[in-house]
């Protein structure tokens, strides 16, 4: 998924990093203790706030810059593995 680029870089940067956070956010309904979570965003202000709240959930995380993207282009990806059930009740 991805949302509609606006061509407003912080715009756009923003709406990735929502969407990414909404995924994490229904992490705890879909990944199994070990589940890997791979986002595709833009680096910029609000990556730092999406890496800690990956790696309070996942036992490894890193940043991936594929070969394939140019040099010039902000596009990361958030890789996440080895998932540890959030800090809290779980509900059913």
Same mark, same amino acid.
């Given at each position: 998924?991805?949302?509609?680029?606006?061509? $407003?870089?912080?715009?756009?940067?923003? +709406?990735?990093?929502?969407?990414?956070?909404?995924?994490?956010?229904?992490?705890?309904? $879909?990944?199994?203790?070990?589940?890997?979570?791979?986002?595709?965003?833009?680096?910029?202000?609000?990556?730092l706030?999406?890496?800690? +709240?990956?790696?309070?959930?996942?036992?490894?995380?890193?940043?991936?810059?594929?070969?394939?993207? +140019?040099?010039?282009?902000?596009?990361?990806?958030?890789?996440?593995?080895?998932?540890? +059930?959030?800090?809290?009740?779980?509900?059913?």
């Open positions: 998924m991805a949302p509609n680029a606006t061509g $407003i870089r912080s715009l756009d940067h923003d +709406r990735l990093i929502s969407l990414c956070s909404s995924l994490l956010d229904v992490a705890p309904d $879909i990944l199994h203790p070990g589940g890997t979570f791979l986002c595709k965003t833009w680096a910029g202000s609000q990556s706030g999406l890496r800690k +709240r990956l790696a309070e959930q996942f036992q490894n995380t890193r940043t991936v810059k594929p070969r394939a993207s +140019r040099k010039e282009s902000s596009e990361v990806y958030l890789l996440a593995t080895q998932y540890r +059930r959030a800090k809290g009740p779980v509900e059913d």
